[in-house]
């Protein structure tokens, strides 16, 4: 909400909080077929360990970078949990020219919780001011930002806009349709 108040920027706000991760799918399957595909994706899937990395610039935006382990190396079982929900839902992907959204057969999964993004990639006159502003609030938190945290949940929404070939996050709105929860490790 700081930055909407401060910068008028929106669109990592017009979502509610999340790692992504499958994007923006276009498709005229049902929302049945969608959940049950992503239900067998997750089949075998259990918790991990999100590590927080700490803010980051993407060139277009800014985010807490949470691919990795700890140790440098990319997060296996979070990879592992997108890519499954990808592979499930490949087949039901229509092509689509949505401007600033990458196809789901072309999105190549990042984790990351984004900050501030698709406002900056329009408009780059804020980006450095943004960037700033984003450390030093970050710094002066009376509780800082969680350097790890369990990656349990998964959540399915539906997305609408009035303008997706423009800047679809101005009337973007979401609707919840399904959440799972993974158990962890060893847990039957």
Do not use: C
């Amino acid at each position: 909400m700081t930055l909407k108040q401060q910068y008028g920027l929106i669109s990592a706000a017009a979502f509610p909080p999340h790692a992504t991760l499958v994007g923006s799918l276009k498709t005229d399957a049902s929302i049945a077929d969608i959940v049950d595909r992503v239900e067998h994706a997750l089949i075998g899937k259990t918790s991990f360990t999100v590590h927080n990395k700490g803010l980051e610039t993407t060139g277009d935006g800014y985010v807490f970078n949470v691919h990795e382990n700890g140790n440098g190396e990319p997060n296996q079982p979070f990879i592992d949990t997108a890519t499954a929900i990808k592979a499930a839902i490949l087949p039901i992907a229509l092509p689509t020219e949505d401007f600033l959204v990458t196809p789901v057969a072309e999105a190549e999964f990042w984790g990351h919780l984004s900050l501030a993004s698709h406002d900056l990639s329009v408009d780059r006159t804020l980006y450095d001011e943004v960037g700033e502003f984003l450390a030093e609030l970050l710094a002066g938190l009376p509780t800082p930002a969680p350097e790890m945290f369990s990656g349990r949940t998964v959540v399915l929404y539906g997305t609408d806009s009035d303008d997706w070939e423009g800047q679809w996050w101005r009337t973007h709105r979401y609707q919840h349709l399904k959440t799972w929860t993974l158990p962890d490790p060893g847990a039957e």
